[in-house]
């Protein structure tokens, strides 16, 4: 009786996550039991891409800031995780001017994709501190900087990325379950992230960063920890993505992915984790189920080429115009409460013109 | 001529205004004074169109205006001269008078409005091609005024004045007020300096957070409330 | 080593950057706003070359290339106009998010409708010839671009400064409220500064297909980065500061050009990167301080 209480009492304030994980619980048991190749292909991303976004939400939601490299993190984490985790020999057929200290490293896949993280993340943090600071257009063009320069060193540096050309011979360890496993844990660190200490202060930084200042909030260290969070799961998702695709080149990581992420982060509304994962849902199959038209288009010889993104676009165009925060706008979506306590949350838009 | 009718404006979750009526007739020099947040600036920045306000109806000339555009009054023929003057830094006093003038197309008569406004801010004529972030407090604050006339307004609104200048410049403020209202110039005037105000004005409203606590003549207003004590925070 | 063939074609290369930040920078200066989609106005540019000079082979070359112009200046007007204006007064991620939405709909758009492969403009003959001058071989096409960025700045800059439209462009630049408050409705002026913003994209675009002589749907990423990079260094919120910034730009790219080893060339795009990360943490508006744009915290 009263652990049923202590639940219901928990649920309550939980009852977001809850909400969440459950219906994303029973999209990956249904697609087990029911799915075709495909749909197990297109859930398996989806919950990759969850990861992904929950990264950049992470970041961007909470801090408020545009962040255009994020996906230059996830190239860097496929990168350095397929290092470590690929055979001495693939390594030989596909990087033949690997330096000689990582030809024969083999360690196992998920310790490969752990580290791949951390690297993403280490060279977040390095790139990433100084820009903490900024604010406004000088942070859209650095953090845009910041992927430019990735994405040449990535197409560059032929000895650990095969250059410009497709890496190939990674194994195949990302299966649907491992990819719902990290794609959950990431839906739960993202949501914790958010309500704790940290996030909060994130939080309180976007709104108004000079109140969040005059409180004592180190807005650039905050704004820090945040980053290399976000840049981490971006890292870990580039893992587990490369170990799904087996074969990749560094155009994977640049402006259509970029765009498509930050698709999935806005539709939903980046202020909140329901609306990073509703937009992921949407998008990923939206996403999958053109380009598997497309492509089956042009297998009959017809050229259909970019309509997805045309797509995507336009759609997103409209959405902006008709909601600027989202579907969802920042909320969260959560059990029906007390009249009361809700009423507070009603959003009270600015009555400012610009 | 121009008429609020129980206004109310938010920022955000804060109620800035919680029903403000008040009413400008032809010619009239009327002020708002009230202590810092009670809403003064507020009342002007949304009758100009900056603000939206979420109830209550703001009419000039008969015609609704609340909701339209800061450019779409400007043209009906109200004019702001903001807080901190907002000079346009970057343009020289001609440029800054010429875009004043920018809803009056006739160039003969743009200038002669510039000839007009020279005789009445004689510094203008010498600071008039430089660029008006060199300007000094004082002479900004003329050249803002000079700027809103250029449009020819039917209600001016000045929203405070003389904040940050020197005495003698608040003096001469003051007496150009006065004059541009022996002129016929409707104003709306919003005023730290009560007593000052009060000295020159036809009628004043008294705001406290965001509501019209009196209103009424200048004596009427001396006669109700302690002016000192409004300002000092108890009454 | 300072030729004059040398001196010739850095200048020209700057004059293409200089034009190039300065469609940015028009728009940044009074809307905030980093557009992403700019570079998408020289591939229509392009493809208005393409697609006029294959139509008819009657028309002269220049009524084709202003025709172009035209194209992207009134196509950065739609984009200003169906997308950029609902979102406007909501806010400026939005208005970002938008500009790179409009970026990969004009880029897909052009895969979908044309195609992914390289299709020729047309050229005229004068653009691959040369003239001998102080003993050099110096390429028409490159004296050509630097009259043409003279010429335009000199036109807008008379715009800017006697007309009542242009003084109110760089008033909004200043200061957007008050300007409107002065009556200027804020359609005009931003309408305008797009329309501008195309038309140098598009007179760039001429320069820039003539190249290669073809035009590709991912043409327009490689200028949307010089104008980035030409931007940050000249200030971002001044307009005489973006062309200086553009010709720094060519200045430096084209003496790491001659500087750098082959190995390290290929990284020449990453270090001009890191030198506008450099700019920008010591100097969040740009090298050459105008009004402050944005603001650092700590």
Redesign the interface.
């Known amino acids: 009786m009263n652990l049923k209480l202590q639940f219901s009492k928990w649920f309550r304030t939980n009852s977001t996550i809850v909400l969440l994980l459950v219906p994303l619980l029973l999209l990956a048991l249904l697609t087990q039991i029911f799915g075709g190749s495909l749909l197990y292909r297109i859930v398996t991303v989806l919950f990759i891409n969850l990861l992904l976004v929950l990264g950049l939400q992470t970041f961007m939601g909470n801090s408020?800031i545009?962040s255009f490299s994020h996906i230059g993190y996830m190239g860097i984490g496929a990168y350095a995780s397929v290092l470590f985790s690929m055979t001495p020999e693939a390594k030989a057929a596909t990087l033949p001017d690997l330096y000689p200290l990582l030809q024969n490293v083999h360690l196992p896949f998920l310790v490969s994709v752990l580290i791949g993280a951390f690297i993403a993340m280490l060279v977040a943090a390095v790139l990433g501190y100084?820009?903490?600071?900024?604010?406004?257009?000088?942070?859209?063009?650095?953090m845009?900087?910041?992927l430019?320069?990735i994405q040449?060193?990535l197409v560059?540096w032929s000895a650990v990325t095969n250059g410009p050309r497709t890496l190939y011979g990674v194994d195949n360890y990302t299966t649907l379950w491992v990819s719902v496993a990290f794609g959950l844990l990431g839906v739960i660190l993202a949501y914790y992230f958010k309500e704790s200490n940290i996030g909060l202060m994130l939080r309180a930084?976007r709104d108004d960063?000079y109140a969040a200042?005059t409180i004592g909030i180190?807005?650039?260290n905050v704004r820090w920890l945040g980053f290399m969070l976000s840049a981490f799961m971006a890292g870990f998702a580039g893992g587990l993505w490369a170990h799904f695709i087996t074969s990749f080149s560094p155009y994977a990581f640049y402006?259509?992915e970029?765009?498509a992420i930050?698709?999935m982060l806005?539709v939903g509304g980046?202020g909140g984790i329901s609306g990073a994962v509703i937009g992921t849902v949407a998008v990923t199959f939206v996403h999958e189920g053109l380009r598997q038209i497309e492509n089956s288009v042009n297998l009959q010889g017809g050229?259909?080429?970019?309509?997805?993104?045309?797509f995507?676009?336009?759609s997103?165009?409209a959405l902006?115009?008709w909601r600027?925060?989202g579907i969802l706008g920042g909320r969260e979506i959560s059990w029906p409460r007390r009249k009361s306590q809700s009423q507070d949350d009603q959003l009270?838009s600015?009555?400012?013109?610009? | 001529m121009l008429e609020l009718k129980s206004l109310h404006v938010r920022y955000g979750a804060i109620k800035a205004l919680r029903g403000i009526s008040l009413e400008i007739k032809e010619g009239e020099l009327v002020a708002l004074i009230g202590v810092n947040g009670a809403g003064k600036s507020t009342t002007l920045a949304t009758i100009a169109g900056v603000l939206r306000p979420v109830e209550g109806t703001v009419t000039f000339l008969g015609e609704s205006i609340a909701g339209k555009t800061p450019e779409a009054i400007a043209r009906k023929g109200i004019s702001l001269v903001p807080e901190g003057r907002a000079i346009l830094a970057s343009l020289t006093v001609e440029e800054n008078l010429r875009l004043g003038a920018f809803i009056r197309r006739n160039h003969q008569e743009y200038l002669m409005d510039v000839e007009e406004n020279i005789a009445l801010f004689p510094i203008l004529k010498e600071r008039f091609h430089q660029l008006g972030g060199t300007l000094s407090g004082g002479e900004q604050q003329q050249l803002a005024i000079a700027r809103a006339l250029m449009s020819h307004p039917k209600l001016l609104m000045l929203d405070e004045p003389s904040l940050g200048l020197a005495p003698i410049i608040v003096d001469q403020i003051f007496d150009l007020i006065k004059a541009l209202h022996n002129r016929g110039v409707t104003i709306l005037l919003v005023e730290q300096n009560v007593d000052r105000t009060l000295e020159i004005v036809d009628r004043a409203y008294l705001l406290n957070t965001g509501t019209i606590q009196t209103s009424g003549s200048a004596n009427q207003i001396r006669s109700q409330v302690d002016i000192e004590a409004v300002y000092l925070g108890d009454q | 080593m300072l030729t004059i063939d040398f001196l010739i074609n850095t200048l020209s290369l700057g004059s293409l950057y200089a034009m190039l930040a300065l469609g940015l920078v028009i728009v940044y200066g009074i809307l905030k706003l980093v557009n992403f989609a700019y570079g998408e106005l020289l591939m229509i540019a392009g493809y208005t070359l393409y697609i006029l000079g294959g139509l008819s082979t009657t028309l002269p070359w220049f009524v084709i290339a202003i025709l172009a112009v035209l194209v992207a200046a009134a196509i950065s007007y739609l984009t200003e106009m169906i997308a950029f204006r609902p979102v406007r007064e909501k806010s400026l991620t939005a208005m970002l998010i938008t500009s790179f939405a409009v970026s990969t709909l004009l880029q897909n758009a052009a895969l979908l409708i044309i195609s992914p492969r390289a299709r020729a403009v047309p050229l005229p003959d004068f653009f691959s010839q040369s003239v001998a001058l102080a003993g050099s071989n110096i390429p028409i096409r490159n004296i050509l671009s630097i009259v043409t960025a003279v010429v335009l700045f000199g036109a807008l800059s008379l715009l800017l400064k006697y007309t009542v439209l242009g003084i109110a462009l760089r008033a909004a630049a200043d200061d957007f409220r008050m300007t409107r408050l002065l009556g200027v409705p804020a359609n005009l002026v931003i309408s305008t500064a797009f329309i501008i913003s195309g038309f140098f994209a598009g007179v760039v675009a001429i320069f820039w297909t003539a190249r290669t002589a073809s035009v590709t749907p991912t043409i327009g990423a490689a200028p949307l980065l010089v104008a980035f990079v030409a931007c940050v260094i000249g200030g971002m919120s001044n307009l005489l500061g973006a062309v200086v910034g553009g010709y720094l730009y060519g200045i430096i790219y084209s003496l790491l050009s001659l500087w750098l080893p082959q190995y390290l060339l290929d990284y020449r795009e990453a270090f001009m990167f890191l030198i506008v990360i450099l700019i920008l943490l010591f100097r969040p508006s740009g090298l050459i301080r105008g009004n402050a744009s944005s603001e650092r915290v700590g």
Not at chain 1, 130 to 142: C, E, F, H, Q, Y
């Open positions: 408020g545009l100084p820009l903490m600071r900024l604010s406004d257009a000088a942070a859209v063009i650095t845009f900087a910041v430019v320069i040449v060193v560059h930084s960063r200042s180190n807005i650039v402006l259509s970029t765009f930050l698709a806005v980046p050229g259909l080429v970019g309509f997805t993104e045309v995507l676009a336009t997103l165009i902006l115009i600027p925060g009270l600015g009555s400012e013109k610009s």
